[in-house]
């Protein structure tokens, strides 16, 4: 399982993306970027945010 805290992204936010894959984590910050913080991912910010996602301990 991957994981992505939304405030490591700078988003003033408690989110946290969880999913399987790292291509539906972006998937999914995309949507939540765009419906709670009005911002729509860039190349520039989808690049940092791949350094960002961890693999999550079981
Ligand atoms: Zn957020």
Same mark, same amino acid.
């Given at each position: 399982m991957k994981v992505l805290h939304?405030? @490591?992204?700078?988003? @003033?936010c408690a989110g946290i993306i969880r999913a399987q894959h790292e291509s539906d984590i972006l998937e999914l910050l995309a949507q939540h970027a765009e419906l709670v913080h009005q911002v729509k991912l860039t190349p520039e910010l989808v690049e940092r945010i791949k350094r960002l996602i961890c693999d999550e301990a079981y």
């Open positions: 939304c405030q @490591d992204v700078g988003f @003033d």
